[in-house]
């Protein structure tokens, strides 16, 4: 691997996350704006044995209703 690809993986593991509620439009309901934001954690893990596979994402509270 060569030693940008290795500073940049570093780089994005010290990138603090996302607050998405305060991203997220206000118009939505708050318990609509927390299942997304909740969806979306799942979705955008670093790790994929970490993140949310297509089923488990589809299985999301945020999908119910």
Known sequence: M????VDLIYKIDNIPKKDFP???????AKKDIDQ??????KL?????K?????E???????FKH
């Open 50 to 54: 970490n993140r949310a596979t297509c």
């Open 22 to 28: 305060k991203i997220l439009p206000k118009e939505f």
């Open 36 to 41: 997304a934001s909740s969806l979306l954690e």
């Open 2 to 5: 060569k030693q940008e690809t």
């Open 56 to 62: 488990e994402a589809l299985k999301h509270e945020f």
């Open 44 to 48: 955008l893990k670093w790790n994929p």
